[in-house]
């Protein structure tokens, strides 16, 4: 979580800079006042509690109170909290606040959407790597509010050995064995999982076997329950590539347990709404 804290800090830095100087000409140190976050488009609110943290950063003495959580449906015209005490604090966290939570709100949006697609199956929608440098906490975050499940947060934490790393490794049976030998030497539990990109791939793959999911790159419908067929259960499957929205539930009902898209974060519209003065 502290990269979170990091990127607070340098969002705070590089907005401010040496001083809001329009806020610190015109309002007193004094004065206090009030702030309503209003919903201005119908969707799925995320970044509630990122909010909070950064109002406190900011601010300790700043008083939220939340009115509407974290995952919950919102409507235009909705009021998510209220906050309250300096009203220079309220002034300079207003844009962080709105940019994280308008973000995060429609990355939850997006992924709720996919995820109501996908109702009735037994396949979970999974998010990317193809997010916005340094806010891939924050984004991923919020695609698990919006019901979706978070593939990796980076390289660190599962072995997934694409088509890159399998040609410069030398090939499938080479990256495979590599993988394993080196999770033996560093004492490391990952998962592994493999990229294959036609069913040549995903038969050396079943006959060398020792990984956890097997990824269909750009698999066509047909190739994809042949695939579903060849693994009969034996691994996780993953559909990656080329799925879109329209096609998203084709792909599940083929019998994959993932599919992952790129763009619940790295395409998506931020949900409008507004942080305005209140009585």
């Given amino acids: 979580m502290d990269l979170i ?62 009115l509407i959580n974290d995952g919950a449906e919102v ?22 606040v709105l940019n994280v939570m308008q973000r995060m709100s429609g990355i939850a949006t997006t992924t709720h959407k996919y995820v109501k697609e ?39 934490d599962m072995i997934l050995l694409k088509d890159n790393h399998v040609d410069f490794a030398g090939g499938i049976e080479a990256a495979i064995t590599r993988a394993k030998n080196y999770l033996a030497q560093k004492g490391k539990n990952l998962k592994i999982e493999i990229e294959v990109r036609n069913l040549d791939e995903l038969q050396q793959v079943l006959r060398i076997g020792g990984v956890d999911r097997i990824m269909l790159d750009n698999f066509n419908i047909e190739n994809t329950k042949k695939a579903v067929e060849l693994v009969n259960h034996k691994y996780e499957i993953e559909s990656s590539g080329g799925i879109t929205f329209d096609t998203l539930r084709s792909y599940a009902e083929c019998g994959v347990d993932y599919i992952s898209v790129g763009a619940l974060t790295h395409s998506v519209k931020s949900l409008d709404m507004s942080l305005k003065a209140c009585h």
């Fill in 5 to 66: 804290d990091d990127l607070i800090r340098l969002a705070f830095a590089e907005d401010i800079g040496d001083g809001d100087h329009t806020t610190l000409c015109c309002i007193p140190e004094t004065a206090m006042g009030k702030s309503q976050l209003i919903i201005k488009e119908d969707g799925v609110l995320a970044g509630v509690e990122m909010a909070k943290r950064i109002f406190h950063k900011f601010d300790p003495t700043l008083k939220i109170n939340v």
């Fill in 75 to 96: 409507k235009k015209g909705d009021i998510a909290f209220t906050v309250e005490g300096k009203v220079q604090s309220l002034l300079q966290t207003e844009r962080l």
């Fill in 118 to 156: 996908l109702e009735g199956t037994n396949t979970r929608v999974l998010d990317t790597r193809k997010t916005t440098p340094g806010m891939r906490m924050m984004e991923k975050e919020a695609v698990k509010i919006g019901g979706g499940v978070n593939h990796r947060i980076g390289l660190f």
